[in-house]
C-alpha cells in the first residue's frame, strides 16, 4: 500500500506538510470518515467547520492517530503515520494537539505541565525545559500561575496552558479539536487571541471550530464537512459570502441567523 | 481474672502478633509491586500481555488462601523441594509470604484498576499527544492519579491481608497469632472465651487504624479536577 518510496529526509517545502488521501473510517455500521483528500501546506492555518456528527474532531484526532483510520494513507512532514510504538510517539511529539476539554495533567502544577514534554520526551535540561516553559506561559499570558495546579485555573487560562504545552514540543503543526467549545462565553476570546497570535506567527495549524469570526480573521482556507466528507473548500471570504453546495448554505443559514 | 492475667506471663501474645505484622507488611510490598505490574499488563495496548494480567487475576483471585499457603508448604517445598533459605523456620515464614503475595496481588491489580477508572480517559491522550509511549504515559500520568484514586479499595486489600496473615498457620508458620491461640486454647479450655476475645481485639486494633488512615489519606491525596 504504501511501497513508494519515501521523499528524502531533507525538510523541503516541496511536499505538504500535512496530507491525507482517500482516508475511510467506519464506526461499527457508521461511516465516519469518507475518501477524506486534505492537503495543509507549511504555514497554513486550516478552519475546519460543519454540523456535528460531521466527522471533522475525528478527522483532526486521526492526524496524530488518536482515532486509527480503515484505510487511506495520512502523511506528516512526508512521512506515513507510523501503526505504533516508538516511531508513533516521535510523530505525536511533532504534533501538537489541543483538546476541548483542555486535559491538563491534573496532578501536576501548571510550570510541570508545560516542562513534562520536553523533559521527558525531548531528554531537555530541568533548568532550560523551565525556561522555555516560562516564556511561553508568558507568550499566552498565564506566567503568574506556574505554581497553581490546573482545578486552580479556569477553564481560559487551563487551555492557553495547554497550547504553551503543545508548543513547548516546538511542533511542526498544530491540531485545535474545537479548542473554545468546552469555555465560558467570557473565556473564548483570550483563547482565540492566544489561536491568532499563533497563526499570525506562522504555525501550521488545523482548527476543528464553530468560531466563525476566528475562521474569518485568521484562516487561509475554510474546509467544510458534513457526513463524513469534505463537501466544499474555500477561502474564508468566498465560503462565508458565497457558499456554493447546499449543505453550507444551510450551515450557514442555521448559525448566522441570530 | 488472675487466670487470665497469667496467661501473658506464659504465652507471648504481641511477639506472636509482631509475626503476623511482619507477614502483613511483607506481603504487602510485594503484592503492591506484583499487582501493579499486573494492572500495567491488563490497561497495555499488548493483547497477550492484558489476556496473561487477566488469566493470574481470575485463577488466584478465585482460589482459596488456605489452598495457596498449604501449596507453598507441601507442594514447593515438600513436594518439589523449593526452599527460599536453609533456615527452617524462615523457609516457612517466606513460603508465606509467597502465598499471601501471589493470592493479594490479584485483588491489589483489581484496586489499582479501579483507581485507573478515575482517571480521565483525555490525561492518557494528552500523554499520548505530546509524544509519551505507553510506559513513560503509564507511570508519569495514569499510575500516579489511579493510585491516588485507589487508596479507599487498597486500603480494604490491606485490612482482608492483615486478617488473612492467620492462614499463614497452614502453610506451618506456628508463631503466628491464631497458631499461639490454637495452643493456648488447647492448654487453658477453661479460659478458652477471654483468650477468643483477646486474639479478635488485637486484630481489631490493628485494622482500625487502617481504615481511617486511608479514609483520611483518600479524601487528602483525591486529585482535584
Redesign the interface.
Known amino acids: 500500500m504504501t511501497s513508494e518510496p519515501q521523499p528524502s529526509t531533507s525538510a523541503s517545502s516541496a511536499h505538504p506538510l500535512v496530507s491525507l488521501k482517500k482516508v475511510n473510517k467506519h464506526y461499527g455500521p457508521l461511516h465516519v470518515l469518507k475518501d477524506i483528500d486534505l492537503e495543509v501546506a507549511r504555514g497554513e492555518v486550516v478552519v475546519v467547520i460543519g454540523p456535528s456528527g460531521s466527522g471533522k474532531s475525528t478527522l483532526c484526532r486521526a492526524i496524530?492517530r488518536?482515532e486509527t483510520i480503515d484505510d487511506g494513507e495520512i502523511r506528516v512532514d512526508g512521512k506515513v503515520l507510523p501503526a505504533?510504538?516508538?516511531a508513533?510517539?516521535?510523530l505525536?511529539?511533532?504534533?501538537?494537539?489541543v483538546?476541548q476539554?483542555?486535559?491538563?495533567?491534573?496532578?501536576k502544577s501548571i510550570l510541570e505541565n508545560v516542562t513534562?514534554?520536553p523533559v521527558?520526551?525531548k531528554g531537555m535540561k530541568g533548568g532550560e525545559a523551565k525556561e522555555l516553559a516560562l516564556s511561553l506561559l508568558k507568550r499566552v499570558g498565564v506566567d503568574n500561575q506556574a505554581d497553581k495546579?490546573p482545578?486552580?485555573l479556569s477553564g481560559g487560562q487551563q487551555q492557553r496552558v495547554?497550547i504553551a504545552?503543545?508548543l513547548a514540543?516546538k511542533p511542526k503543526v498544530m491540531l485545535f479539536d474545537e479548542p473554545t467549545s468546552a469555555l465560558d462565553p467570557e473565556m473564548i476570546n483570550e483563547v482565540l487571541d492566544a489561536m491568532v497570535a499563533l497563526a499570525k506567527e506562522g504555525m501550521t495549524m488545523i482548527v476543528v471550530t464553530h468560531e466563525m469570526g476566528f475562521a474569518r480573521k485568521a484562516a487561509d482556507r475554510v474546509v467544510f464537512m458534513a457526513d463524513g466528507q469534505i463537501v466544499e473548500q474555500a477561502t474564508p471570504e468566498e465560503f462565508f459570502t458565497n457558499p456554493r453546495s447546499e449543505r453550507a448554505k444551510d450551515f450557514l443559514g442555521k448559525i448566522l441567523a441570530h | 481474672m488472675d487466670n487470665f492475667l497469667t496467661l501473658f506471663e506464659t504465652y507471648n501474645v504481641p511477639a506472636a502478633f509482631w509475626v503476623n505484622i511482619q507477614l502483613t507488611f511483607w506481603a504487602a510490598v510485594w503484592s503492591l509491586v506484583l499487582g501493579t505490574l499486573l494492572a500495567l499488563m491488563r490497561i497495555s495496548p499488548i493483547p497477550s500481555l492484558q489476556w496473561l494480567g487477566a488469566a493470574y487475576v481470575n485463577i488466584f483471585r478465585n482460589t482459596p488462601l488456605t489452598i495457596i499457603i498449604a501449596f507453598g508448604v507441601l507442594g514447593l517445598f515438600g513436594q518439589l523441594q523449593v526452599s527460599l533459605t536453609d533456615d527452617f523456620n524462615l523457609n516457612f515464614f517466606r513460603l508465606a509470604i509467597l502465598g499471601l503475595t501471589i493470592y493479594h496481588a490479584a485483588f491489589v491489580c483489581e484496586a489499582i484498576r479501579s483507581g485507573v477508572n478515575t482517571v480521565p480517559l483525555g490525561q492518557a491522550e494528552a500523554a499520548r499527544a505530546i509524544g509519551l509511549s505507553f510506559l513513560p504515559a503509564a507511570r508519569l500520568i495514569i499510575l500516579p492519579q489511579a493510585f491516588r484514586g485507589a487508596i479507599a479499595p487498597l486500603g480494604n486489600v490491606l485490612i482482608a491481608l492483615i486478617k488473612n496473615s492467620t492462614v499463614a498457620a497452614a502453610g506451618s508458620v506456628a508463631a503466628e497469632a491464631s497458631s499461639l491461640m490454637k495452643t493456648m486454647i488447647e492448654f487453658r479450655g477453661d479460659l478458652v472465651i477471654p483468650i477468643f476475645f483477646t486474639f479478635a481485639i488485637g486484630f481489631v486494633i490493628l485494622v482500625i487504624p487502617v481504615g481511617l488512615l486511608t479514609t483520611w489519606a483518600s479524601r487528602r491525596l483525591a486529585v482535584a479536577r
Open positions: 496524530n488518536l505504533e510504538g516508538k508513533l510517539a516521535r505525536r511529539a511533532d504534533v501538537g494537539m483538546f476539554s483542555f486535559n491538563l495533567f491534573a496532578h513534562l514534554g521527558k520526551v495546579l482545578a486552580q495547554a504545552r503543545a514540543m
